[in-house]
């Protein structure tokens, strides 16, 4: 096991000081200390990481993940001197790429790299919610949205969106309202009721910003369907996986860590 980071220097504003007293209870249950900003998980020896010891772990192959050049001069996204925690690079780069021998879903893709609000909104059930939650978004100053899925061999169907906002604050009221501790306020197409994803308790976690994953609970219909939101820094994360049958817990887990490990 890689040695245990030391805790990050604690800031004094009051917008971290609030983020910290919103997430400490998902923070106990779900954070585990990653490996740095080692970008491990893919090609790790399978005993290495916790959660996924078995020698056929369900894991995907993904390519080699490298972050995208920063701007001359600018700073990285969790830098001392980068007080809203903007992430500087495109975007689109630091959406993660499809694992090897799966089908991309181009119309994620957008025009241009960027996804309208609309089809994001799309994964949720309800009509009245799709409007509340695009109101809140519009409120919150989104500026733009990158995403990408794909559908491997076994029928598991991949949609990860990145949300970009003007700073974390923004994203640390938002996901609040969005992902509550006792389950997703929204419902997704696809579910009846979703509740929190125990497995992440087990799985090494790379960030120093908090994630909260959910399952859907039994009984559920044709296919189940996880989902996680990741506040990372100016980026709200959101990915969502559905399985005709069970979705897989593994590949889910490594592809919410993955994603998570190019927006740290």
């Known amino acids: 096991m890689p040695p245990l ?11 971290v000081l609030r983020a910290v007293l919103r997430w400490t209870a998902a923070v106990v249950v779900f954070a585990a200390v990653g490996a740095g900003t080692a970008y491990g998980i893919a090609g790790m020896e399978r005993t290495d990481v916790p959660g996924l010891a078995t020698g056929s772990d369900g894991r995907w192959e993904y390519p080699t993940l ?11 996204p969790f830098a001392a001197d980068n007080k809203a925690e903007t992430h500087h690079a ?3 780069a630091l959406v993660l790429p499809a694992p090897e021998g ?3 879903d181009a119309a994620l893709r957008g025009e241009d790299g960027w996804l ?10 309800e009509k009245d919610e799709r409007e509340e939650l695009r109101q809140k978004l519009v409120d919150s100053g989104l500026r733009h949205i990158a995403a990408r899925g794909w559908t491997t061999q076994d029928g598991t169907h991949t949609r990860v969106y990145l949300l970009r906002f ?3 604050a923004v994203v640390d009221d938002l996901v609040t309202d969005l992902a509550p501790y006792s389950g997703p ?4 197409r ?6 929190l994803d125990n497995g992440f308790a087990e799985v090494p976690w790379p960030g120093k910003f908090p994630r909260l994953a959910y399952d859907e609970s039994k009984p559920y219909g044709t296919e189940q369907v996880r989902q996680a939101y990741v506040s990372a820094g100016d980026v709200l994360a959101v990915v969502v996986q559905s399985r005709k049958g069970t979705a897989k817990a593994v590949p889910f887990q490594q592809t919410v860590t993955l994603q998570s490990q190019l927006l740290g």
């Open 5 to 15: 980071l030391p805790p990050p220097p604690v800031k004094k504003d009051r917008r």
């Open 66 to 76: 490298r972050k995208p050049p920063l701007p001359s001069g600018s700073p990285g």
């Open 90 to 92: 495109d975007l689109r």
């Open 102 to 104: 799966a089908e991309e």
């Open 116 to 125: 309208p609000t609309k089809d994001f909104l799309a994964e949720y059930a």
């Open 166 to 168: 003007d700073t974390a």
């Open 185 to 188: 306020a929204y419902k997704l």
């Open 190 to 195: 696809g579910t009846d009721a979703s509740v």
